[in-house]
C-alpha cells in the first residue's frame, strides 16, 4: 500500500521565514542566529522550520540568496565598462544587499563540511560570476582581450579583491583602478579601450558592429 503523501510546502511559509531569517541576521549578527526568534518573527514553529530546512546553514544560504539579485551579463559594448559594471554589482551585493558580518562567519562555518560548501557558492556567489565570464569571454571573441586570456580566472582575479575586502570588513575596493590594472595584462591595446570607454553608450555599440 503506497503511503498518502505529505503535506505540501506553503510557500508563504518559505517566504516569510526566508524574511525573517535576513531580519533576524541583520538584527543580531550570525553569531546570535536563532531559530526560535525566525519562528517568531515568521509566524510558525522552529519544528516547521526544521522539516523545511533540517540544516541551519542551508537556511542561512537561502536566506541570503533570496536577497540576491542575479544580474544580467553587462552588454555596454564596452569591454572595460562591462569589468567596471561586473565589479560594482558584485560589491553592490556585499555592501548593500547582505547583513554585515554574517558571510565571513558563514563561509568558516561551512568550510569543514563540502556539500554546504557547495551550496554556499553556488547559491551566493555562482550567478554574479557567471554573468562576468560572459562579459569576458564576449571581450575575447570581439578581440579586445588577448586570446590567452582565461575568462575564468580573470574573473576570480577581480572576484578575490571584492570577497576579501567584504570578509575582513575593509572598504569596497573602486572598480576602475581595479579593472585597468587587469586590462593592462590582457587587453589587446589598452589605450584604445579607455577610449571607447568614454564614447557615448549609442558609439559603443557602433564600434562593436564595425
Not at 43 to 58: C, D, F, L, S
Request: hydrophobic share 45%; aromatic share 4%.
Amino acid at each position: 500500500m503506497t503511503p498518502a503523501p505529505g503535506r505540501p510546502r506553503d510557500p508563504a511559509i518559505d517566504a516569510a521565514v526566508l524574511k525573517a531569517a535576513v531580519d533576524e541576521l541583520a538584527e543580531g549578527g550570525y553569531g546570535g542566529f536563532a531559530l526560535e526568534r525566525v519562528a517568531a518573527r515568521a509566524g510558525t514553529t522552529k519544528a516547521a522550520i526544521r522539516r523545511r530546512w533540517p540544516v541551519r546553514q542551508r537556511l542561512v544560504i537561502d536566506a541570503l540568496g533570496s536577497v540576491v539579485a542575479v544580474p544580467p551579463a553587462p552588454d555596454n559594448g564596452c569591454t572595460r565598462c562591462d569589468l567596471q559594471q561586473s565589479v560594482r554589482l558584485l560589491a553592490q551585493t556585499l555592501d548593500e544587499r547582505l547583513p554585515a558580518g554574517v558571510l565571513a562567519p558563514l563561509v568558516a562555518d561551512c568550510a569543514g563540511d563540502p556539500e554546504l560548501h557547495r551550496y554556499l557558492t553556488d547559491t551566493l556567489i555562482a550567478p554574479s560570476r557567471a554573468a562576468a565570464v560572459v562579459a569576458v569571454r564576449r571581450a575575447v571573441g570581439r578581440g579586445d582581450l588577448i586570446p590567452e586570456a582565461d575568462p575564468e580566472l580573470l574573473v576570480d582575479l577581480l572576484a578575490s579583491v571584492v570577497y576579501q575586502r567584504a570578509l575582513f570588513g575593509q572598504e569596497a575596493v573602486a572598480a576602475r583602478p581595479l579593472v585597468d590594472l587587469l586590462l593592462r595584462g590582457v587587453a589587446v591595446d589598452f589605450e584604445e579601450l579607455v577610449r571607447i570607454s568614454r564614447l557615448p553608450a549609442s558609439r559603443r555599440r557602433a564600434h562593436v558592429h564595425d
